[in-house]
């Protein structure tokens, strides 16, 4: 079926809260992805940051098929050997300092665990969070997500929000007070545009929550599973949150979020705190026990961050030669920004790159995002961001 058939059943019955582009996709295998009249393209969106391992990598689909076979759901009343091998992992690659575990089905499920955590942790009701950051779209989320755009429209079932510019120790400062239970914040701001704090900016907000009795969490929803080139970027710096949110890459493409914490916030929690019907199935913990043998196996988190240095330098340099059209290049590991000056070509670029064969993002209004699957085949990252730099070029 062509785009334009799709288009016209679609407008008949999709609630119109999403501006599509046009092509609809049938197929993906790995960094390749189908649409229904047969044409290829490569991908560089790695459906929004999630295919880490690439499109239907075989070992994630026989991971799912299997368990799809055997049990796909449980009341969370019963013990499962997936989910326990799945929290069990993720512990283990904190290194033990989030052991508590809670699995969730989204981004934004998880984001709202998180500040249900902390109200519990500290009996405080004020959060503080960061301008352009996004954390999800449930009223929870909304309390703390730093674009107007996505919280204005629903202010009135808010509280005030207390926001202060990103990468700004002061700001910070100035913010948490007695009152606060968390801050909350991106360790790289991925929709607000690829935005990488100085060195020294999470370690610092944790001190500083420590000193008012506030709690940090991190949302690693777009930065965690290797996305920057540590499984979580919080590494970086060697200071573990309180509470640490995951989603995206976890599942490699099935809907699964998790909230991990210290054992100190976990004490606090009390039976029935937290619960929904499917959170962590034995069949999105298989997939994601998958994602996370591959990713391991693979070395796809030193993969990240090596290639995607190399990418980050391609950026940089065309940046450079183009100064009239770009205003600079930023990122960690596999997920990467080139800022455009001009708004109206950064618009276009989706469109035009997909003319020629490439999915890629605009993310903030000028910031052309990368973020692949960590496995893309070199040759395929550097066809498609060729592809892309010359759109961006023409
Ligand atoms: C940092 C961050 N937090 C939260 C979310 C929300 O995740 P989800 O869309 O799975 O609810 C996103 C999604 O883009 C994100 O990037």
Redesign the pocket.
């Known amino acids: 079926m062509g785009i334009e058939a799709v288009r016209a059943r679609e407008a008949a019955h999709f609630l119109p809260v999403v501006n599509r582009l046009p092509v609809a996709l049938a197929e993906g295998r790995g960094s390749r992805v189908r649409d229904t009249d047969g044409r290829e393209y490569l991908d560089l969106t790695a459906g929004?940051?999630v295919c880490a391992i690439g499109h239907c990598h075989p070992e994630l689909v026989e991971a799912i098929c299997e368990q799809a076979g055997r049990l796909m759901q449980t009341t969370n009343l019963f013990y499962t050997l997936p989910q326990l091998d799945l929290i069990e992992k993720l512990a283990a690659l904190t290194d033990n300092a989030l052991p508590r575990v809670f699995l969730v089905n989204?981004?934004?499920?998880?984001?709202d665990g998180a500040l249900k955590l902390a109200h519990r942790a500290t009996r405080r009701t004020k959060f503080v969070s960061t301008e352009n950051?996004?954390?999800?779209?449930?009223l929870g989320?909304l309390q703390v997500i730093g674009q107007a755009k996505h919280r204005e429209p629903y202010a009135a079932l808010l509280r005030a929000p207390h926001v202060v510019p990103y990468d700004d120790l002061a700001a910070a400062e100035a913010a948490i007070d007695e009152e606060t239970a968390a801050f909350v914040v991106?360790p790289v701001?991925?929709?607000g545009g690829v935005n990488v704090p100085r060195d020294g900016y999470l370690a610092g907000l944790g001190k500083l929550c420590r000193a008012k009795g506030a709690l940090l969490i991190l949302?690693?929803?777009?930065?965690g599973i290797g996305r920057t080139g540590r499984w979580f970027e919080w590494e970086r710096e060697g200071v573990a949150p309180d509470v640490m949110?995951l989603?995206?890459g976890l599942g490699g493409g099935v809907?699964i979020?998790a909230f991990l914490c210290s054992e100190d916030v976990a004490k606090t929690v009390s039976l029935g705190d937290h619960g929904g019907t499917y959170v962590g199935n034995p069949l999105v913990c298989a997939a994601s026990n998958a994602v996370l043998r591959v990713a391991e196996r693979d070395r796809l988190v030193a993969r990240s961050e090596e290639l995607g240095a190399r990418l980050g330098e391609r950026l940089a340099a065309f940046a450079a030669e183009h100064p009239a059209l770009c205003t600079g290049s930023r990122g960690r590991g596999l997920l990467r920004g080139l800022v455009l000056a001009d708004a109206d070509r950064a618009a276009q670029v989706p469109r035009r790159a997909i003319e020629r064969g490439v999915l890629v993002n605009v993310t903030a209004g000028r910031v052309v995002r990368f973020f692949p699957a960590l496995n893309i085949p070199e040759d395929e990252l550097w066809s498609a961001l060729d592809t892309v730099l010359a759109v961006v070029s023409s």
């Open positions: 929004w940051g989204s981004g934004t499920e998880a984001v950051s996004f954390h999800g779209r449930t989320a991106e701001q991925g929709e949302d690693e929803i777009q930065t949110t989603g995206k809907p979020g």
